[in-house]
């Protein structure tokens, strides 16, 4: 059983168009995360949610707008995507209380935006 | 200077060596080092979760953490060709009345073993 997945795993589209990501994980876990890795391979935490609630918000767009439905799922929206965008996306998630620095990562959405 | 510095690479090992992969860090509040594998075109799996200083041994995996040196270590024993990835450091602070903060990582060491 796969326990962070994403879907699309590729996902290429055009300057300014609308596009979505979807993550759900079946661990069991409390919070999820969004972690984008660029070009060169740098990852970087964006948002982070605990129980349908954000609790990190890094500097990121407002192009940018993740919806946690259900603590199982977490989904990133992009508005208006620019080349810049380009990048690989991983969601993981990790537990709340006990070990919330093991944070475990689904296999990743490729985005170019063209 | 970045939060987390780690040598990119690549390195490149015969089979059966011994692996040293380091990172160092600067902010001192980092309480959580975390070592992933990630092959390519995949997501980060995590290896080995240390809290604080001292070793922590899995396997073939140990992994050293320094905090007066702010440096941290994995070494890999008996590597074997299926070790060939990239090995990214991660860091955390430890957040007021528990819960998670996001990971710095350090840019990764693309590790090679030759057969």
């Known amino acids: 059983d796969t326990a962070v997945s994403q879907t699309p795993k590729y996902l290429v589209t055009q300057m300014g168009n609308d596009k979505s990501i979807k993550c759900e994980q079946n661990?069991?876990?409390?919070?999820m995360y969004w972690y984008k890795q660029d070009s060169k391979k740098f990852l970087k935490i964006m948002f982070s949610?605990?129980?349908?609630?954000?609790?990190i918000n890094e500097t990121v767009p407002n192009r940018f707008s993740p919806k946690s439905p259900d603590k199982a799922h977490l989904n990133l929206h992009i508005n208006s995507l620019e080349l810049g965008d380009s990048a690989v996306y991983f969601c993981a998630s990790s537990q709340f209380s006990g070990s919330p620095y093991e944070q475990y990562f689904g296999p990743g959405t490729r985005l170019t935006v063209t | 200077q970045k939060e987390v510095e780690q040598d990119p690479g690549p390195l490149s090992v015969p089979e059966g060596a011994i692996v040293s992969l380091n990172c160092t860090y600067s902010n001192s509040a980092f309480q959580y080092f975390m070592w992933y594998r990630q092959y390519s075109r995949k997501g980060p799996e995590l290896l080995m979760y240390?809290?604080?200083?001292g070793n922590k041994e899995d396997g073939r995996f140990t992994a050293q953490v320094d905090k007066s040196s702010k440096y941290i270590s994995l070494f890999i024993r008996d590597s074997q060709p299926s070790d060939s990835a990239t090995y990214l450091c991660?860091?955390?602070?430890?957040?007021?009345?528990?819960?998670?903060?996001?990971?710095?990582f350090g840019k990764g060491t693309h590790l090679i073993i030759q057969p």
């Open positions: 949610y605990n129980n349908k609630e954000l609790i």
């Open positions: 991660a860091m955390s602070r430890e957040v007021s009345g528990g819960g998670a903060d996001g990971l710095t």
């Open positions: 240390t809290y604080s200083s």
């Open positions: 661990l069991g876990h409390d919070t």
